[in-house]
Structures are given as C-alpha cells and as structure tokens.
C-alpha cells in the first residue's frame, strides 16, 4: 500500500486514476441511498472543491510524510481517511451541484472527468430564480476554484526528473526513512515472488532482505553453474550485480541516501556442498 501512495504522489496519471476509483465508489454508495438531494450554487461548489484541492493535494501528503517518520502504517491510515473522507465530500457537493445545474445528479460523475468538471463550477443554476445576486460572487469563486485546480493538475505533471533535482521536493519513501523503503522494496519483491510460486513459476531470485541499510537479493544457481571455477563465477556474476544495482533506478536512490544493493547467489553441487557468493555495491561502485 505505501507503494502505491507513493507512486500515487509521483505520478500525475497514478494521481488521477486513484482519486477517480475513490470518487466513483463514493458516488455509487451515495447513489445507491436514493436519498434526495438539496441543490448547492455555484458559490457553495466552488467552495468544497477549493477544500477537496487542499485535502488531497495538501493535507494528505503532508500528513504521510510527518506520520511516515513515526510509522508507515499509520501514515497509511491518515492517508486513507483524509482522500476517502475529501472524495466523499466531493461526490456528495458534485451530487447537489447536478441537481442545481441539470435539475437530475446524474451529470455528478463529471466532476472527476478532466475539462468537463469545469460544467459544474461554470453552468448557471438551470432554475433561474436561484440566481439572485450572487451570480457575480458566484462566478469569481468558481474562477478561484478553476485557477486553483488547474494549478493542482500542472503540479502533478511537472516532469519527475525535475523534481528529483529539487525545484520540488519529490516524496519517496527514501525522504521519509531509508530503512522503511529499503523493508518495503523488500516486502514487495517477496510477494512477486509468493505469488510467482502459486502460479507455479520458477525464479532464480528466491527471496529478499534487509540487514541494517544493506538490501539483499537472494538467488539460487543451477546446479551445473555450482560446478564452474571461482574465477569465472565471480567474473560474470560480480559484473551481473553491479550492472543492475547500478542501472536500477530505484537502487540509484536507495544507494544516494546511504543505502548498498547486496546479490548473493548460492548453488548446491553435485556433492551435496554449497557454493555462495556475495556483491555488495554503494554508490561509490557506480561512479
């Protein structure tokens, strides 16, 4: 889960396709009440999305980074509680701006589909006697509103290269502790793995760990490999492991923040013995 946080706040698609699945099942439960609802103006919409902007854009990552450094899984939890209760708001405020601008909420999905949401912050009230004169107000909130999720959209796309050289700081679970993105890169590569083994696949990597701030990489050799002599194990093997701790983009970073990438490959020989060997790489291996 913290992985999918994470790629969520670094990437603008990632981004998108969350808060759309929390909207839309918001929406369907909302939906399913049949409750009928009070029609909200312009004003009142643009209002809830300048919030739901700040909660999600804001508040969420923000909190997931100062809770992270206490402990992943509740920065999971505040994560989860802030988007789900800003897409809620959303999904229900989209609702009763439907109802003012269509007369239906129907039209409510559009709130979270990418230039059509600008109906519902823009469209005038479709009973006419609920405009009054708060039209004027009404409109510059949604312009408000419009410049400022444009802003949010912009931001989410900004090139990630850019904002791993610092213009902004780019939330990996490296800035938060190098120990926890090193046991959760771990944790991953142990389920791809479990899950391989259910599927009955074979791997030659048989598991994953982290001892201090070193990752390790466990893989097994075939036997007739066990057999060949020292010198042209480690030649290959040795070249194998610094060509992928250093092509890596993911142990690039891990090695920036102190971290080294481990290989150790062990084989079982004809005779029963074991061979192993170990590649440890640092950033200064790479250079």
Known sequence: MAEVITGYMNGHYQSYLVLAGFFMVAQLTLSLTGRDVEPVGR????????????????????????????????????????VTSAMTALAHFA???SMDAFGETWMAFIAIVPVFCLVLLLKRPNDKSRMGNGSRVALIASS?????????????????????????????????????????????????????????????????????RDLIIEIRLPESIAEASEELLVENFGSFAREESCGDSDYQIFMKHGAAIVFEYFAYTSGGGRRELRFRNEKADCE
């Open 43 to 82: 004003f009142g919409y643009a209002t809830v999305n300048l919030f739901v902007v700040g909660a999600v854009f804001g508040v969420a990552p923000l909190f997931f980074y100062l809770t992270a450094k206490i402990s992943v899984d509740l920065a999971i939890a505040v994560w989860l509680a802030t």
């Open 95 to 97: 609702r009763r701006r």
């Open 144 to 212: 408000v509103a419009l410049a400022v999720n444009v802003a949010s959209v912009s931001a989410m796309v900004v090139p990630s290269a850019v904002l791993r050289d610092g213009v902004l700081p780019r939330l990996d679970l490296v800035d938060l502790s190098i120990e926890n993105a090193l046991r959760h890169h771990a944790e991953m590569i142990n389920i791809v793995l479990d899950q391989r083994e259910r599927d009955g696949e074979e791997s030659y990597i048989v598991g994953s760990r982290v001892e201090g």
